[in-house]
C-alpha cells in the first residue's frame, strides 16, 4: 500500500564531473562523482528547485524508500513529501552525499584511479565553500540557475548561510536551522576529542586502514557515544532513561549497568559499522573550519552585505551544541545588515536532535515558510 | 623564605588496616592501607578535626609542599592554611587517598600480598560509602570520635553527604561543594564513553596491563579530554581560548589548529603520564552508583531524616557538569528533613572547576561558615 504522503520508491543517481576543482585547502581534484537523488518536478522556468544539504553523518537519501521493504525512509522523510512541509507537489527536491562522504560520492574511501587504491590519508580535507562550489555545479549540470531555497539542519545550515554568501543570485531563501555562525572553543574541544579516539586507534593505520583490511572500530564507537551525548538535551536523556538499571538492580562490574549506557554502546557500534572513520574526520574538520565572517574582520554583518535571499533562522530551545544563542548571533548579524530574516526558537527537549524530529510547532513553521517560497515561485 | 599562609612542609603517612573490610559490591578485602596528611594541631579535647574528601582524579596532599622547590603545592592549598578559610591555626585537617585510588592507598596498582602481583582486574568496585567506612577507621585510629566538619567538592561532596547518614553523630558540619545527590543520564553517558575509551584501548588487557609492561595510554589520555571539557564552562573556554590558531593562519590538518585543541591534549598527555586507569575506572564507578535515596524509595529528604549534621551547600553558576539546580536538590531534600542548612550559589565561568579555584565571594562564604564551626571547638 502506498503512502500518499511519501515520495514513494527513489533511486540515487550519480553526477561525474570531469573539471578539477580547486579547494580551499590548496589541493585540486582532477575529478569527482556525487550521489544524488530528487524528488518532485523541476517546473518549466527552472524556479521551483529546492536544495537539501546535509550534516555530519548524512548523505543523499533524504526521502522516500529504495524497496517497498525498506524498513528506514530517507533521513529527513518526514519533512519532504507531497503535501509536506517541503511539498514535493509543488518544488523539485535534491538531496546530495557531499564530497569526501561515504555514500557514494567521492570521499577517503573511494578509489584513487591514479592508484588504484582508495585515497585514505591522501583524501584532502573539503570546507564548507568547497561543498557550496560543488553543490553550484550539480545545480548547473541540472540546469538549475537560481534555488528558491537551500535548507539545512546543523552542518547542512552552514552551508545554506555560505550559499547566501559565495552565490548571492542563485539563492532566493535559505533556511539554516540548528546551527551557528561558528563553532565555539568547546564545539571545538568534543571533535577533537573524537578526532583523537579515532586518530589514536592502533587500526586506523594513519587514515590507510583500507589496506590493511580493518577499520578504526573503536575510535569510530567512541566518536559517536560521545557526538550523542552532545546532540541530546541532560532533560531529554534524563526523561527517556534516568537512572534506569539494566537489571534491576547494582551488578557491580563494568558491564552494561544502567539504560543510557546500552542505548550509547548500541549506537556507537552501530554507526561503527557503516561509517567511513575518515570521513567523519574530515566533516568534524568542516565544522570547526566554517567561520564566514573570518576575511571580513569578524564581522558576519559584512560577510553578509551582498546576500540577496530572504532567511528563516531556527533553534531549539535545548539544543545546547548549537545553541539558541547561536541562532540569534546569526540573525542579528542579518538585521544589522539589513537582511529579510524570521526566527523562531522552538520548544523542545530534544536537543539537537529535534532538527530531524517531526514535531508540529516546528513543522507549522517550516510548512507556513514554504507556503511564501511556493508562492512566489508561482507567481 | 617561608609563606607565612602556607602549612609548609609536610609528610605523608601510612595508616594500615589489619581488619578485613566487607565492601557494598559483596567483596571483603583482607587488609589495605591508606594514604594521608595532616595539617595543624589536634586540640585536648579531639573536637577539632576536618576531614577533607577527595574527588575523582584527587588524593591525600591536600596542602603545603613536600619540598621548598616543589613548584605545585597540595590540591586545595588555597583553601587551607594558617589564616585561611580552613584555618589551621585552629583545625587539625586531615586528607586522604581513598581505597582503590593510584596515590600510595590499597588500589588496582598496589601489590596483591595473596599473589606478589598488582591486584589489577581483582580489585574490587569501591563505593562512596565504603569510602566512609574506611575513613572513619582512620578516624577511629586517629582517637577522632567526632568530625568539626567533613567537607568535599564534586565527588568529595557525595562522601561529606554519605557521612551524615552513615555516622550521624560523628560529624557536626558537612560543607558539600560543587554536587549532586546522584548523577544524571547526561552524567553517566560522559563517564561511560571515558570508561569504554579505556576498556577497549588494547593495551588495557582487561584491568591487567602491569603485567604487560604497558599502560592503556590512548585510553585514559582520550577520558582525561573528555572530563576536562566538562569541568570547565563553555563561556569560560571561549574566553580563554575562543578560536585562537595555533599559527595563526589554518593550516589543514589533523595537526593541532587551535589552541584549544593544544591545552586539552597536554591535559591528557599529562594526566596519562600519572594516573592509574583502573582507579580512573573505579572513582568514574563510585560516582555512578551514588544515590543515598535509592534505599528510601528515591526520597533524599527520608535518606537524610537522621541527620545530624549542620550543612554548609554550595554550587557555581557556570558548572554545568554538576549544576546548580542538582545542588538546590540537596538543598530542598535538607530543608524538607527540617536540617540546618546555608546554600550559596556563586557566580563564576570556572565551571565546576570553580571549587577549587581562589575566588574572593566563594573564600569569604567559606571562612565566615568555619569561623561559625570553629566558635563551637572553642565554645
Known sequence: MTNPSSVGIVTAQKAVFDQPIALSSGVTLPRYELMYETYGTLNENRSNAILICHALSGHHHVAGRYEETDKNPGWWDNMIGPGKPIDTNRFFVIGLNNLGGCHGSTGPSSIDPETGTPYGSRFPLVLVRDWVETQARLADMLGIHQFAAVIGGSLGGMQALRW???????????????????????????????????????????????????????????????????YLSDDGMGEKFGRLLRSGEYRYSYEVEFEIESYLRYQGDKFSDMFDANTYLLMTKALDYFDPARHYGGNLAVALKDALAKFLVISFTSDWRFAPERSREIVKALLDARKHVSYAEIESAHGHDAFLMEDAPYHNIMRAYMNRVAAEVSA
Do not use: C, E, W
Not at 547566501?164 to 568547546?186: D, G, N
Not at 571545538?188 to 573524537?194: G, M, Q
Not at 586518530?199 to 559517536?224: E, K, Q, S
Open 164 to 230: 547566501t554568501i559565495t552565490y548571492p543570485q542563485r539563492v532566493r531563501h535559505a533556511l539554516v536551522i540548528a546551527s551557528a555562525p561558528k563553532l565555539t572553543a568547546q564545539n571545538i574541544a568534543f571533535n577533537d576529542v573524537a578526532r583523537q579516539a579515532i586518530l589514536t586507534d592502533p587500526d586506523f593505520h594513519g587514515g590507510d586502514f583500507y589496506a590493511h583490511n580493518t577499520v578504526p572500530r573503536r575510535g569510530l564507537r567512541l566518536a559517536r557515544m560521545l557526538g550523542h551525548i552532545t
